[in-house]
């Protein structure tokens, strides 16, 4: 049974160029959540994507964006990089149950360092 | 509203016990914890429902008031493999998302 998987697992951009980071979710789960995490933090809440829609946002801004493909996949957007980006990017996954009992997975994460 | 742990580290011997507390200003529906060590990806523990569902780990334990907003994970007869970064993950009403807390640094020595 595969977990969460994310690639790529390290990633160097230069300041103003865009990266897109990507995810599959755990086998059975419909939803993926994305979160930043920087270094000696706790991750922080970007968006939360269910039936390929974006469902909940954190304050992130709009250079942040997302999708979530049919087979419940997702991509993870920035444009415009600034050095402040540099962090650890996760992505979990859960199942959409209908109430608030849901275990989330976390992938691996992409690393991600702005230069 | 980021959620408050305390404390933010501890160092424990081999078979001590610990407890690691969560605290939001918010009301929450939920709490959830994960461990994450080194470089690796948070695991999921253990989540605590509005109402007293709990899910998770067997040799782990919680609570969760939900009058004072306070969750508390209790680690006993810690090993070894304890050690790690501890966080509370907190979901408010009315939405899917977790704030988490800053986390605790557990470090078991032998």
């Known amino acids: 049974d595969a977990g969460v998987t994310q690639s790529p697992t390290h990633l160097i951009k230069t300041r103003g160029q865009q990266v897109t980071l990507r995810c599959s979710p755990k086998?059975?789960?419909?939803?993926v959540s994305w979160y930043q995490q920087a270094l000696g933090q706790g991750p922080q809440f970007i968006f939360q994507?269910?039936?390929?829609?974006?469902?909940q946002r954190g304050n992130f801004p709009d250079r942040f964006s997302g999708h979530q493909f049919p087979n419940y996949s997702s991509e993870l957007n920035v444009n415009a990089l600034l050095l402040g980006d540099s962090a650890l990017y996760l992505c979990?996954?859960?199942?959409?149950?209908?109430?608030?009992?849901?275990?989330?997975?976390f992938g691996p994460g992409t690393r991600l360092t702005v230069t | 509203q980021q959620p408050v742990q305390s404390p933010q580290a501890v160092i424990l011997r081999e078979g001590e016990d610990a407890v690691i507390n969560c605290s939001s200003s918010?009301?929450?529906?939920?709490v959830h914890w994960y461990r994450q060590k080194h470089g690796e990806a948070p695991v999921f523990l253990m989540i605590?429902?509005?109402?007293?569902e709990q899910k998770g780990h067997e040799k782990i334990s919680a609570s969760f008031n939900e009058k004072k907003q306070q969750s508390s994970l209790y680690l006993t007869a810690s090993q070894l493999s304890y050690s790690g970064t501890y966080f509370c993950?907190?979901?408010?009403?009315?939405?899917?998302?977790?704030?988490f807390g800053s986390g605790t640094r557990l470090q078991v020595q032998p």
């Open positions: 994507y269910y039936e390929e829609e974006e469902r």
């Open positions: 918010k009301a929450l529906y939920s």
């Open positions: 605590l429902l509005k109402g007293g």
């Open positions: 979990a996954s859960s199942l959409e149950t209908g109430t608030h009992s849901y275990e989330q997975y």
């Open positions: 086998s059975g789960h419909d939803t």
């Open positions: 993950g907190t979901e408010g009403t009315g939405r899917r998302a977790l704030t």
